[in-house]
């Protein structure tokens, strides 16, 4: 049997998959409100008032998840020398030649890209949502940042849609990843090849 090395706790794991499915079901009933040809979309959520009525209560679901996901590994997202040097050689990365790179921590530059870039559209889609959450809070903002906010709100759900489908084609690209999620631990082989500082680390009984 291969050694396993724990990468999230239950809680983390928890919390990660009620981001993800809050998430999905937003994308879905968010883009059926968006454009009549994916009107059809809101059958998911029972149709177009109840995707009307839910979609903003599964907002606030997924973005007060997704702050207590996000404070739990904001520090260990911090972009650092290392990191940027490693993109500079994400050709040696990609064509697996891994001698002489920097070591990798918990997560290498993409993930962490894709980190900010959430936190920054999620943070843009709760506050815009609220804005044009109506009958509740849109009478109290004027009409020009009601129309800014539905914009914006638009172009970060655009945003936050793209980085999701990169984030699952990576998870299932990196083999051995989906396992952290689903069972909390990875292999330490795994660990090992994509992020060695991050396993001695937790070698050293730190996490
Ligand atoms: C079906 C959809 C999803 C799948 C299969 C999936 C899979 C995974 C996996 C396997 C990891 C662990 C990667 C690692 O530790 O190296 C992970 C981490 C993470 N996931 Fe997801 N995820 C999904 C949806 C989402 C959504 C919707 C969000 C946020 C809106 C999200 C945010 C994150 C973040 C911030 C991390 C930690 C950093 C990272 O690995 O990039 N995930 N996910």
């Not at 109506?134 to 009409?143: A, D, K, M």
């Not at 998870?171 to 989906?178: C, E, L, M, P």
Request: one cysteine or more; glycine letters at 8%.
């Amino acid at each position: 049997m291969s050694e396993h090395v724990k990468r999230y706790t239950p809680q983390e794991r928890t919390n990660h998959w009620i981001i993800a499915i809050s998430f999905i079901l937003l994308a879905i009933s968010g883009l059926a409100l968006f454009h009549p040809a994916f009107f059809f979309l809101s059958s998911l959520l029972g149709g177009g008032t109840w995707s009307r009525i839910l979609h903003p209560f599964l907002g606030v679901v997924m973005a007060v998840a997704f702050f207590f996901f996000a404070i739990g590994m904001w520090s260990q997202n911090r972009i650092t020398a290392a990191d940027r040097e490693w993109r500079k050689r994400l050709g040696d990365v990609l064509c697996n030649k891994t001698q002489g790179l920097p070591e990798i921590g918990k997560y290498n530059i993409g993930q962490k890209y894709m980190f900010w870039t959430l936190v920054i559209s999620i943070a843009l889609l709760l506050v815009s949502g609220i804005a044009i959450w109506q009958p509740w809070f849109t009478p109290l903002f004027p009409i020009f940042l009601v129309r800014l906010a539905a914009l914006l709100h638009a172009v970060a759900g655009f945003v936050a849609i793209l980085a999701i489908i990169i984030h699952i084609y990576s998870a299932i690209w990196v083999k051995g990843s989906i396992r952290a999620m689903t069972r909390g631990t990875v292999t330490a082989a795994w660990a090992r090849h994509h992020h060695p500082a991050w396993y001695k680390d937790v070698s050293k009984g730190n996490r």
